[in-house]
């Protein structure tokens, strides 16, 4: 999983496999949380959201939990497609003074196997 | 179409010049936000605006100066000063109100030569 700090991992997953991807993150006080794809040279797209009182959250062929205990978010893709190979982000909303900002992991990139 | 529009997508340096990253958004956004990404790195705040004619320093501000003169605009430059520029350069915006997505534009590849 990713970590604010670390360097890219990496998740190899076979055609039609589930994927979970993990990301911890740092603020104890943040209350929304992204999932972004970002494609080679390309922008980050936002894949799903969640807020911090709900702890599941689920979209087409995508899921997202959080568990605010361990300060864990996780992205599961259900029936993973080759269109699915991108890097992953999550991304912490923090409150800071005069400013909602969005803190952003390492990232994660996934490679589907056909 | 509302969208984020950055230019130009790819940007040669050369040592010593300052050059201006254009971003353009027409989403009626009060937020906009410059992202630096290197190599196998996740994105790094470099400057953001909650306002028009307002702006804050991010986490790697040094090396950078930013304007908001319009709501649309918040263009980036990377001056002298910054010893490492060659990186890809996002930018953002959002309704700034806190607890809604940004939206990003495509990107722009700054490269020092």
């Known amino acids: 999983g990713e970590s604010v700090g670390l360097h890219l991992p990496t998740l190899s997953v076979q055609e039609g496999d589930n994927s979970i991807i993990n990301c911890a993150y740092s603020?104890?006080?943040?209350?929304?949380f992204i999932w972004y794809k970002q494609e080679s040279g390309k922008g980050p797209q936002f894949i799903i959201d969640?807020?911090?009182?709900?702890d599941k959250r689920q979209g087409q062929r995508v899921t997202v939990l959080l568990n605010k205990t361990v300060k864990h978010l996780s992205l599961q893709i259900a029936a993973t497609q080759p269109g699915d190979s991108a890097v992953y982000f999550c991304?912490?909303?923090?409150?800071?003074?005069?400013?909602?900002?969005?803190?952003f992991g390492t990232g994660t990139r996934l490679t589907v196997i056909p | 179409d509302g969208g984020i529009t950055q230019s130009p997508k790819y940007l040669f340096r050369k040592e010593g010049q300052n050059v201006t990253l254009s971003c353009e958004q027409n989403l009626n956004h009060d937020a906009m936000y410059w992202y630096r990404q290197d190599p196998g790195q996740g994105l790094r705040l470099i400057y953001y605006?909650?306002?028009?004619?307002?702006?804050q320093k991010g986490d790697i501000a040094e090396g950078y100066s930013v304007s908001r003169e319009k709501k649309e605009s918040f263009p980036l430059t990377v001056t002298s000063a910054q010893k490492n520029p060659t990186a890809f350069y996002l930018c953002?915006?959002?309704?700034?109100?806190?607890?809604?997505?940004?939206?990003f534009g495509q990107g722009t590849r700054l490269t020092v030569v």
């Open positions: 953002a915006s959002s309704l700034g109100t806190g607890g809604t997505e940004a939206f």
């Open positions: 603020n104890s006080a943040s209350d929304y």
């Open positions: 991304a912490e909303n923090i409150h800071q003074t005069g400013a909602n900002n969005l803190f």
């Open positions: 969640i807020r911090s009182n709900m």
């Open positions: 605006s909650q306002i028009v004619n307002d702006f």
